[in-house]
């Protein structure tokens, strides 16, 4: 197995995920033994396995991650593939310059499984957690970053925070919560989940509270997407994913809130129909060409995968075939 960077020298508690969709993204993917495949968002390497597994001497698996303990505990679970397998400690929006720098023109499958994984969110050190009062606000997919959401949260002016809570976390009482993040950091730094939790709980009518589910959970949401740029880099570079697909290779994209959803549904179908010409033109003059076909029904799991696995609730599926045009 190849890593381009050096396996990190840290301590960690090991990463538990569960993969989301596994057997579903498997069957889309129809995976070919000699194929090329990426997966974008390695985690613990749940679907880069089953990948890997299905290959044979002659296929090949690029496994991409920001995030430094996914990158240790990947490789350490792919081990068993050798050469078969190269991780890449980078963020998917980098995965075109990646492959060519492996000397890979075009791959014939990609994943990506956006959501936060258990390891992140179980692991209070990492500040992706509402639920431990004491967890700093951090946030980080990437720890070589030095913005964190502490900066966010005591930096950020009242407008700016109203933005990001009503776009990311589309709270209704985004303005309210921004007000008040503000009020208590005018006495004293926000530096704790749990002191960021009480803004918000001052914001939030308590009737709303006792019955809409956890206060804090979309403002928490709000300032990981706005911190790790995630619906900017999806945007700007899915379609450049799409264009990386050998003639019948598949991208298969995981979600797990409206807000990705819309995005990838709406750049796959744009990608099937690119053509802007009026409707009643007789002939497209426009010159758009279709990059393939998008799955217009998103796969979703299945009651039994919801039972075992709560987290997998809001997830859905959506796949894109490329298809060369004659």
């Known amino acids: 197995m190849t890593l381009f960077e050096p396996k990190p020298e840290r301590i960690c508690m090991k990463f538990n995920h569960t993969?989301?969709?596994?057997?579903?993204?498997?069957?889309?993917?129809?995976?070919?033994?000699d194929g090329i495949y990426v997966d974008g968002t390695l985690g613990g390497g749940g679907h880069a396995y089953e990948i890997a597994r299905r290959l044979s001497g002659n296929g090949r698996l690029i496994g991409m991650d920001q995030d430094a303990d996914?990158?240790?505990?990947?490789?350490?679970?792919?081990?068993?593939?050798?050469?078969?397998?190269?991780?890449?400690?980078?963020?998917?929006?980098?995965m075109r310059e990646q492959l060519k720098r492996l000397g890979i023109a075009?791959?014939?499958?990609?994943?990506?499984?956006?959501?936060?994984?258990?390891?992140q969110l179980d692991t209070p050190t990492r500040g992706f957690t509402y639920r431990d009062e004491d967890a700093p606000l951090d946030m980080r997919?990437?720890?070589?970053?030095?913005?964190?959401?502490?900066?966010?949260?005591?930096?950020?002016?009242?407008?700016?925070?109203?933005?990001?809570?009503?776009?990311?976390?589309?709270?209704?009482?985004?303005?309210?919560i921004a007000k008040h993040i503000v009020s208590s950091r005018s006495k004293k730094e926000i530096a704790s989940a749990g002191e960021l939790c009480a803004a918000i709980r001052a914001a939030i009518p308590m009737k709303v509270q006792k019955s809409g589910g956890h206060p804090a959970k979309r403002t928490f949401q709000a300032i990981r997407i706005e911190l790790n740029r995630e619906l900017d880099v999806l945007?700007?570079?899915?379609?450049?994913?799409?264009?990386?697909?050998?003639?019948?290779?598949?991208?298969?994209?995981?979600?797990?809130?409206?807000?990705?959803?819309?995005?990838?549904k709406s750049i796959f179908?744009?990608?099937?129909?690119p053509c802007i010409?009026?409707?009643?033109?007789?002939?497209?003059?426009?010159?758009?060409?279709?990059m393939g076909k998008a799955f217009h029904k998103p796969v979703v799991p299945s009651a039994q995968e919801v039972e075992h696995n709560?987290?997998?609730?809001?997830?859905?599926?959506?796949v894109f075939e490329r298809r060369e045009q004659p």
């Open 19 to 33: 993969s989301v969709l596994l057997s579903e993204t498997m069957e889309q993917l129809r995976i070919r033994p």
């Open 70 to 94: 996914a990158i240790q505990a990947a490789g350490e679970r792919l081990s068993e593939f050798g050469s078969l397998v190269t991780i890449v400690r980078s963020n998917f929006a980098d």
């Open 106 to 119: 075009g791959v014939d499958g990609i994943v990506l499984d956006l959501g936060v994984s258990s390891f």
């Open 141 to 176: 997919m990437d720890d070589r970053q030095t913005v964190t959401a502490k900066d966010i949260v005591n930096k950020y002016s009242e407008k700016e925070l109203y933005r990001i809570i009503r776009d990311f976390g589309e709270d209704k009482f985004a303005k309210n």
């Open 235 to 264: 945007q700007d570079h899915l379609d450049e994913m799409i264009g990386l697909l050998n003639d019948g290779g598949r991208i298969c994209v995981i979600t797990f809130h409206s807000l990705e959803d819309r995005i990838v």
């Open 269 to 273: 179908n744009k990608n099937e129909h």
């Open 277 to 290: 010409c009026p409707p009643d033109f007789p002939v497209c003059v426009c010159g758009r060409v279709s």
């Open 310 to 318: 709560r987290r997998a609730k809001s997830a859905k599926l959506r």
